[in-house]
């Protein structure tokens, strides 16, 4: 096999691409989803921070109706709300007209009953200051159920341990969807779309016929197929290294860079070699594409559940945690690919041999 | 084979469902010397946690990105720690719940419940969307009473309507806290049902990521079948296969129809099997209706213009992204806002929150797929024969061709307003895509990028037909018939606008944003001159400087248009 010959395969395909523009396309689509991550990350901060609206700093009207409580100075207490203790109906007859932010009613149960306190909370529909309040709602409500639990802490059998948690910072969920989500997902897209791309640049040889036009020229069957594994293989630490660029445009910083590029590549080769397997079985797209569908679910469900899998480790690369292990995962998802290479490599030299004969 | 792959998709899956995704394992380390801490979080996988003693942990204070100690906890000054910090407030109330919901006398132990009552308020769109926040604190001696009539509502019953042991039972099922992607996951084996009552800790903010199941839930399933449709059609074109079934009797719509009926019924198929899993009610399926058309019709658009498999798999993923975030992005604010209707998904997501929906949301939601599958199939109909099926141009050029095809050459000018008028539901749908993309930005940003990208939009729409003219019939262009193409395009876009918004948009169009969009409601004939005017411009520009001047002709027309709209909503500002 002589890696010129590979270079020449590998070349003639990238220019392909380059031709069809779906290249274009491509880069495109991967525009189009930054811009989504940072509607999420709009979205997502407005939705859990909610002064980033800049809705709260005046504070809401909330109504109260029934019996006095603490939770009235609860409301209060941050400046959050200002109360205003009025009859039920005529509250939620201002919270119609949007003059309140809610109307909570509160019955007669005493502090230390038997039964539990039952509030009703009214809340506007489909409105996302609404979302916002009851952020602020719950804190109240939250404290309340403290008092009336201590008020009622006789009645308890087990106490559990004490750790004082500072007020809530609510970054969680951004944190973790970007880095817990989004990062691998993007990053394994380039692997996942090349591995489809060397299905299409297998059989397309078949279906129009030019395998034997490639063949009558020096290069051999193998080359070939190394020439559009290569293709299709340098495309993905490219694909991968420009989201990492991108997304650290978009303010979100990934760590150790380049153990994540030899990461995303190693397991790549490995969605590529399986696609290139199912192209050289079937020849044909539709069925190829349809076994290497099936056979990827499979393939990432089972990695997802073994602890430390290659999405892990990028996750905790990417999100500086520390991977002590990660080297070693790497030989073996290496040592995997060397294998999965050889045969096919194998299957490949089989190939051409049975056309040979 | 095929039983191979499933017995491996079934082991793989079984495998999955035992262990968990193991996806964030070991993200936050956790320094603590308290034991008990470390019991605590030893169940979480998230969470990697490092026993010292004190001395360790004083000196090393950023080593973790959380410590807990004395019977506190402190996050490290990062991003990281604070989202450590609010993961371990979750698990710690998780525990705190663990322990509370075993107490003997539960209402010691969760002495408070809620019920919310949703109240619908007449003014919802227009008045979040003008920037105006709802119910901020009155001003001094003002009044927060109700300025119309009152309606009586009796006293809300004082006691909970279930026993102790069902509340146990759902508080056991449904862990108190917000941690959504749990709650995401916790979905798939069969969600805990909150019931009406609420504990404070369960009285969540709506979450934005339970319809993201339901797009992985019913949407991917359509996706591959789509792609199936795709190939065939593809397939046919390049293997010339189809040339056969063409020179039979049977025309194109009944070829589109038989070739669509087997893809259409198994889409159906498998969104009634997952209805049937999940189960819910067979009304879901109503919405998803249209959505699978407008797959299909754009499956078989994509078939007939893709010159290779390769190219077919880039429009395909291209489209399959662009129509995710168009169905999921809006359903995020499902209980949020109502811009969120635009999307046929939210409908699914509010049946299976129980909230329903009515035949009006129905039509608002669903109206533009109904209408672009039309365009769309009618388009390829057209086009569905021997001659464009089996040409290699390039993709840009057959969609040109696709549209000169579909117009009459013996009137060109209805044909451009029929053209116009046609495009005016995909129009829609971009614009609307736009203002899902932006409503969130800062509000000068967002009204801004939206005029900007809503005048270029339009521009490409009406200039799709000139350039069809121009290129399919040369020496048409003299400079009256430029005139008269513009004078048709302006008409035909403003005809279908103004229809589309008559019947269905008033929603939008009431708000700030809408009026942005879908320029002036009230006049006439100033959108009018407008829109001829950008069409004149693209004409004037192609006539004079041919086919390379186009992009030129373009940006300078939405320069125009964007300015017009500008000045227009400068008095708005």
Known sequence: MKPRHVWTIAKKELRGIGNERTIVLAILLQVFIAMFSSFLVVGLTSLYDPSSLGGMSGGYAVGYAGTDSPLADLLEEKGDFEVYHMDLSEAVAALQERRLAAVVYVPDTPPDGIDPVKITLYTLKNDISASVTGVKIREAMEAYEVMLREARDDRLAAEPVDIAVPADAGGQSFFIFVYGLLVPLLLFMPAIISASLIIDFITEEYSTKTLDTLLSTPLTFTEILWGKVLAAWVLVPLQAGAWIVLLAANGIAIHNAPAILLHVSAASLVLILIGAIAALHYRERTSAQFVYSTALVAVLLAVLAIPGNPANLIVLLAAGSPAPLHGSALVGVLAGTAFLAIITDRYARRLAARAAQ | ?573
């Open chain 2, 1 to 573: 084979m095929t039983a191979v792959l499933l017995v491996a998709l079934l082991l793989a899956s079984g495998l999955t469902a035992e262990s968990g995704i193991r996806l964030q394992d070991g993200i936050y380390t956790v320094g603590t010397d308290d034991p008990a801490a470390a019991a605590l979080l030893s169940g979480d996988p998230a969470f990697s946690v490092f026993l010292t003693d004190h001395a360790v942990l004083a000196q090393r204070p950023g080593a973790y990105d959380l410590v807990i100690s004395g019977g506190r906890a402190w996050a490290a000054r990062t991003e990281k720690g604070a989202a450590a910090l609010s993961a371990f407030a979750v698990a710690y109330r998780n525990y705190r719940a663990g322990i509370y919901t075993g107490e003997e006398d539960l209402f010691a132990a969760y002495p408070l419940w809620i019920e919310t009552v949703e109240v619908t308020s007449s003014l919802d769109f227009t008045a979040t969307e003008s920037g105006q926040i709802i119910a901020p604190k009155p001003q001094e001696g003002s009044d927060v009473r109700p300025s119309g009539p009152v309606e009586d509502l009796p006293t809300p019953s004082s006691t909970l309507a279930v026993s102790a042991e069902e509340l146990r039972h759902d508080l056991a099922a449904a862990p108190a806290g917000n941690d959504g992607i749990a709650r995401y996951l916790g979905m798939f084996s069969g969600g805990p049902d909150l019931g009406e009552f609420k504990t404070p800790s369960q009285l969540s903010p709506p979450l934005p990521f339970d319809s993201l199941i339901y797009i992985f839930v019913f949407i991917f399933p359509l996706y591959f079948t789509s792609q199936f449709a795709m190939m065939s059609i593809a397939n046919e074109r390049i293997e010339r296969r189809g040339e056969i079934l063409l020179s039979t009797p049977a025309g194109p719509l009944t070829i589109i129809a038989g070739k669509m009926l087997p893809y259409f019924l198994l889409m159906i198929a498998v969104c009634s099997a997952i209805v049937l899993i999940t189960g819910g009610s067979f009304v879901v399926i109503l919405p998803l209706v249209p959505v699978i058309l407008f797959f299909l019709a754009a499956a078989l658009l994509i078939g007939m213009t893709a010159r290779s498999f390769r190219e077919l798999s880039f429009l395909s993923i291209f489209f399959s992204t662009v129509m995710t975030s168009y169905l999921f992005f809006p359903s995020i604010f499902a209980n949020v806002h109502v811009i969120s209707l635009i999307s046929p998904l939210t409908l699914v997501v509010l049946h299976f929150q129980g909230t329903g929906f009515t035949a009006a949301d129905y039509l608002y939601a669903t109206a533009l797929f109904w209408l672009s599958t039309a365009v769309v199939l009618w388009l390829c109909a057209r086009n569905f024969t021997e001659e464009q099926l089996f040409s290699q141009e390039r993709l840009t050029s057959r969609l040109r061709s696709f549209i000169f095809a579909a117009m009459a050459r013996d009137h060109p000018f209805a044909s451009l307003v029929a053209v116009n008028l046609l495009a005016i539901p995909l129009i829609f749908m971009v614009q609307l895509m736009y203002l899902v993309l932006l409503f969130n930005l800062p509000l000068p940003w967002s009204l801004l990028a939206l005029i900007l990208l809503a005048a270029f939009t339009e521009e490409v729409a009406k200039s799709i037909g000139i350039l069809a003219l121009f290129r399919g019939i040369p020496g048409f262009f003299t400079w009256r018939t430029v005139l008269l193409a513009a004078v048709a395009t302006g008409f035909g876009f403003l005809l279908g606008e103004k229809l589309l918004l008559f019947v269905m948009m008033a929603q939008v169009t009431g708000s700030l944003f809408g009026s942005v969009l879908f320029s002036g409601v009230g006049l006439l004939w100033m959108p009018f001159l407008l829109h001829t005017a950008g069409a004149l411009i693209v004409g004037a520009v192609l006539k004079i400087g041919g086919r390379r001047a186009y992009l030129p002709g373009l940006l300078l027309a939405t320069a125009v248009h964007a300015s017009y709209n500008l000045i227009l909503i400068g008095g708005a500002l």
